[in-house]
Structure formats: C-alpha cells, structure tokens
C-alpha cells in the first residue's frame, strides 16, 4: 500500500518556469533534466555545500574588475576579504591568500599581455525572432536567450568575449576542453547577433590554482557557424522540452528523466539525497525543505540584490 504524496505546496515548495534561459538554465538541463527540476523548476539550492569553488571563480572574475577600474591593490585585498569565506581545509589549497598571491600573478599576466576592452560586461537578454534573417539562418533563429555577457575585448587582432576560467587541474588541451560548449556557443550566438556577424569565438583566460602552482595561458576557443546552428537547434529543443514538460508534469518529478552519468561527476550532484529519499510519504518534498532553500536563478540578479546592473534588452 503506498501512501497518499501530499501536494508539494505543503512543504513550502512550488514549480515555477525560471524567468529566462541562459547557461545555467538550460546547461542543467542538458546534464540532467531531473537536476533542471530540483535547481530550476522547485527553485531549490543547498543550504549548506562547499561553495569555495563556486566562489573561487566568482571572486576572480570580481578581483579582476576591480583591478582594472581602480589598479589599487588595498581595493581587491578588500574584495577578496568581502568575498571569499576562507577555507584552509579546502584540499587544493584555495584560501584568501592564495587568491591574492592569483591575482598578483594574473595582474602581471596582463601587464605583459594587454587587451583593448571594447564593450563591458553587461547581462544581455537577445531575441532573434523567425521570420527575419541572421547571422545563422535566412528566416532567423526563433530563439530568445540570455547571460552575463563578459567584455569584449580586443587581442592580437580577434575581438570576441573574453571569459576567465579558474580551475584546480591543468589539463593538457584546454582548448578541446572547452569544444563544443554550451556556454561559449551561447556566448558567440549572443555577440554575433549583437554584431550581425557571426564571430569567430571566445578568448579565455585560463587560471590554474592549487598548491604546488599558479599557471596563467590566454587562448581563443573557435567555433564554427554549423557548431552554432547546431548550439540553436539544441537550445530550442531543449527550451520547447522544459515548456511541455512543465506544462504536463510540474508536480511528478519522474517525468524528468533522471542522467545517470552525471550523479557523480564532474562533481557530486547536491540533489542526490532528494532523488535517493523514498517518494512515498512525500520524503522526498521532506528532505528538500530540511536541506534546501528557495533562491531562484536569475542571470539579471546573480546575488538577489536589490540594486541590479540593467540588463540590455535586444531584439534583432
Ligand atoms: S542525483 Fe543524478 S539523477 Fe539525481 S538530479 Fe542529480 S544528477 Fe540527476
Ligand atoms: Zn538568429
């Protein structure tokens, strides 16, 4: 005999569509739709995980602004300060000073290797509706999509959005890395139709930190026009898929086909308790009010501030 789910709203929890899409969004649901549900569709967010290494990159990106508006040190020792909960058991080492002792390094990285910033970064929400032509198809892509767009900038001759890629392991082709991409072709579609050209790519700046070393590489990631044909054919599908699926099944979760493979890696799901728990007696609708908290993803508002960077709207 199993016993009667109670509806989740008894638990303090609802189904919502996130308001737009952009990496994030649609990026989880490429990984797992199961995981989309729980972070995007319930709103839920762990409210206690390790998130130095969410920080980590986040706090870099900051540091690295803040240095190129003010070049005072004492601001960014100040930021990382704000910014960063220091964590000496973190096991690649990633504690407030070592960000210091990056960003001295990336400081000087830049010094040596200078870049024209052309546009800054600004979170953009672009619209290429059918029926007009693109950079991508004669009748237009039919997409509305979105993200913090990073500045762009000007290096050896090629202008495209430059991204700054922190991360513990220094792997030996960290261009194929990053190809194909979800992200970065988000990030071509998105500035290509802002110049009405389809763009080459992305430069990233790549920052390994862990304890035996700080490495610094600047590289472009290309990208070809069928790989973003492709990334929008993708992207629609995957949009159209969490619009029948939220419209037929916001409240069963199994609808939601669960990846197998993603469980584990990259890094473990903070979800695993919720699709372990037993879904009978609403256990499940239990464990995710005990361990999660509602904040919902919005690119616009990262942090939930008040104040907010306006976002640009674009329709093209
Ligand atoms: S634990 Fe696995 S199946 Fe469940 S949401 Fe996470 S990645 Fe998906
Ligand atoms: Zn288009």
């Known amino acids: 005999m199993s016993s009667r789910i109670l509806p989740m709203a008894s638990y303090g929890l609802h189904a919502q569509l996130p308001a737009s899409f952009d990496h994030q969004a649609t990026g989880a649901m490429g990984e797992c739709e199961r995981m989309f549900y729980w972070r995007h569709i319930l709103g839920r967010e762990r409210s206690s995980q390790d998130r130095t290494a969410l920080n980590w990159g986040k706090t870099m990106h900051t540091v690295s ?44 990285f830049q010094a040596t290797n200078p870049i024209e910033v ?13 029926g007009t032509s693109c950079p991508y198809f004669d009748g237009g892509c039919g997409l509305t999509y979105g993200g913090r767009i990073d500045r762009v ?28 991409s979800h992200q970065f072709q988000g990030y071509v579609w998105v500035v290509s139709h802002l110049m009405n050209d389809h763009s080459w790519g992305i430069i990233v700046d790549r920052i390994v930190t862990n304890k035996s ?29 969490i619009h029948h699926l939220y419209e037929t099944s916001p409240e ?14 990259p890094w473990p799901c ?11 007696g ?4 239990k464990w995710l009010a005990q361990h999660t908290v509602e904040r919902r993803w ?12 306006p976002t640009t709207e674009v329709n093209v």
Do not use: H
Request: some cysteine; hydrophobic content about 30%; overall charge negative.
């Open 252 to 265: 069963d979760e199994t609808a939601w086909i669960q990846n197998y493979f993603r469980c584990q890696k």
């Open 65 to 108: 602004e803040v240095w190129e508006t003010e070049k005072n040190p004492v601001l960014v020792q100040e930021t990382i300060e704000k910014s960063l909960d220091e964590n000496i058991e973190d096991k690649y080492g990633r504690t407030k000073g070592r960000m210091f002792e990056a960003f001295l390094k990336y400081a000087q």
């Open 298 to 309: 919005d690119f616009r508002n990262p942090d939930g501030d008040e104040v907010t960077t």
């Open 153 to 180: 900038i000007r290096w050896q001759g090629m202008v495209g959005p430059l991204d700054i890629k922190t991360t513990v392991m220094d792997d030996q082709d960290p261009i194929s890395e990053y190809r194909p």
């Open 270 to 280: 903070p979800f695993r308790d919720a699709c372990l728990a037993p879904r009978d």
């Open 282 to 285: 609403g256990f499940r609708y």
């Open 213 to 241: 070393k700080i490495d610094i590489k600047r590289f472009p990631v290309s990208f070809t026009r069928d790989n973003i044909r492709e990334w929008v054919e993708n992207e629609k599908a995957l949009q159209a898929r």
């Open 118 to 130: 052309l546009r800054t970064e600004q979170p953009t929400l672009l619209t290429c509706d059918s």
